[in-house]
């Protein structure tokens, strides 16, 4: 990305126990298959993709965010408790990733909340469907074996974030920008 744009989006991120479980998984698929392990602090589950913005839409990203949080604390959306159920490997990324075999409406109502409310603002998010999931392999040649045993994993989400990604040699690095505790 050019200095003047950011690359964002809106994000769910596990709290330690939970991160350090996926990480465990990540590890152990990538061990299987190859492929690259996400590290613990970059596991998350996108709600909204932007892309690449200029960074001086930033503050109404902020506003976006801000009143989503207001209007999901309104509807008791939060604490959005859901379960991850499901391995699933995507060829055409190569991503092994976790996910939600049902549909949880609580999150695709907050996905699509943002939606709504960054397009009001002119933002048009990227056209990819909304599957909930947490990418824990990249570059995974073949789809890892799963460990259903592992399975469910339990996810209490109390906030939501604003994420600026930055990519480097070894993968991105994500800077928060903005987290609504929608908790108090
Ligand atoms: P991924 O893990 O499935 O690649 C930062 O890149 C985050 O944004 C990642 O969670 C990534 O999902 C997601 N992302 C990248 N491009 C996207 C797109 N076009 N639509 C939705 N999410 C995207």
Do not use: K
């Not at 008791?76 to 990324?93: A, C, I, M, R, T």
């Amino acid at each position: 990305a050019s200095p003047e744009r950011a690359r964002v989006f809106f994000a769910l991120w596990p709290e330690a126990a939970l991160a350090e479980r996926l990480a465990a998984l990540a590890e152990a698929q990538a061990a299987a298959v190859g492929g690259r392990a996400m590290a613990r602090e970059t596991l998350h589950l996108t709600l909204a993709f932007l892309g690449d913005v200029p960074l001086e839409t930033l503050p109404a990203l902020q506003e976006a965010g801000h009143l989503v949080a207001r209007q999901q604390v309104m509807h008791h959306v939060f604490p959005l408790e859901f379960s991850l159920d499901h391995f699933g490997y995507w060829q055409h990324n190569h991503l092994a990733w976790i996910g939600c075999r049902t549909p949880v409406a609580a999150l695709h109502g907050l996905a699509d909340a943002l939606a709504a409310a960054v397009g009001e603002r002119g933002f048009a998010l990227e056209s990819r469907p909304f599957v909930p999931h947490v990418t824990l392999v990249r570059r995974a040649p073949v789809a890892p074996p799963c460990r259903e045993e592992a399975l469910p994993l339990y996810w209490r989400a109390t906030d939501f974030a604003l994420l600026r990604s930055r990519r480097h040699a070894g993968g991105a690095a994500y800077e928060t920008l903005a987290r609504w505790p929608v908790e108090g």
